[in-house]
Nanobody, 130 residues
Framework: QVQLVDSGGGSVQTGGSLRLSCAAT????????MGWFRQAPGKEREFVAA????????YYVDSAKGRFTVSRDNAKKMVYLQMNSLKPEDTAVYYC???????????????????????WGQGTQVTVSS
């Protein structure tokens, strides 16, 4: 049974940092592309960042560029989202997601589309106060 477990959320002030983690079990992690999405109250789920199976490709939503960094450790079956310079508008529930596609996902549109992903974590709350 595939399971993605998100953790690391919390409450911080503007300008603070958080590191989200996602632990994967029940799948061959190294062949999955991984993404992070977020959903704020009353809003649709939004793409945040993604990383290819071999860590050679990363994508970010414009609002995250320069502040967030996505990384993964295939040996530990973990994916991370380091978030710096947090803003109140980053407040949301953050979800990791896993995608396996043949042929492999290519381009921002593929990595950023929620329908690309097969499995989802339960979410972790991030709250940024001003």
């Amino acid at each position: 049974q595939v399971q993605l477990v998100d953790s690391g959320g919390g409450s911080v002030q503007t300008g603070g940092s958080l590191r989200l983690s996602c632990a994967a079990t029940g799948l061959t992690f190294s062949i999955y592309d991984m993404g992070w999405f977020r959903q704020a109250p009353g809003k649709e789920r939004e793409f945040v960042a993604a990383i290819s199976r071999g860590s050679t490709i990363t994508y970010y939503v414009d609002s995250a560029k320069g502040r967030f960094t996505v990384s993964r450790d295939n040996a530990k079956k973990m994916v991370y989202l380091q978030m710096n310079s947090l803003k109140p508008e980053d407040t949301a529930v953050y979800y990791c997601a896993a995608a396996y596609r043949l042929p492999a996902c290519s381009g921002y549109a593929c990595y950023s589309g929620w329908s690309t992903y097969d499995y989802w974590g339960q979410g972790t709350q991030v709250t940024v106060s001003s």
